[in-house]
């Protein structure tokens, strides 16, 4: 059973920082595109950020320069840097997998921002 397993969330101050990890068992994510999306709630789930199997990247405009993702297709993994947190940052945190015909999340994982 394909699995991917966030981790890395939690509680952070204004201005702090967190990488999330994506991990993938039973897939190999060198041809899958991959991306991060949150949802907070009462808001629809949203792309934070994606990284194509080539490696391009796109971002949320709400968090460019301060976040980045990348991917090391040898540990089968995905990170999500978030520096500079704000408040509005918080959210549970989804790991998506992507290639045609099919489509994989991970469980979440919460990030909270407050001091």
């Known amino acids: 059973q394909v699995q991917l397993v966030e981790s890395g969330g939690g509680l952070v101050q204004p201005g702090g920082s967190l990488r999330l990890s994506c991990a993938a068992s039973r897939l190999f994510l060198d041809i899958y595109n991959m991306g991060w999306y949150r949802q907070a709630p009462g808001k629809q789930r949203e792309l934070v950020a994606a990284i194509t199997s080539g490696g391009s990247t796109n971002y949320d405009d709400s968090v460019k320069g301060r976040f980045t993702i990348s991917r090391d297709n040898a540990k089968n993994t995905v990170y999500l840097q978030m520096n500079n947190l704000k408040p509005e940052d918080t959210a549970v945190y989804y790991c998506?997998?992507?290639?045609?015909?099919?489509?994989?999340w991970g469980q979440g994982t919460q990030v909270t921002v407050s001091s």
């Open positions: 998506i997998a992507e290639v045609v015909g099919s489509r994989y």
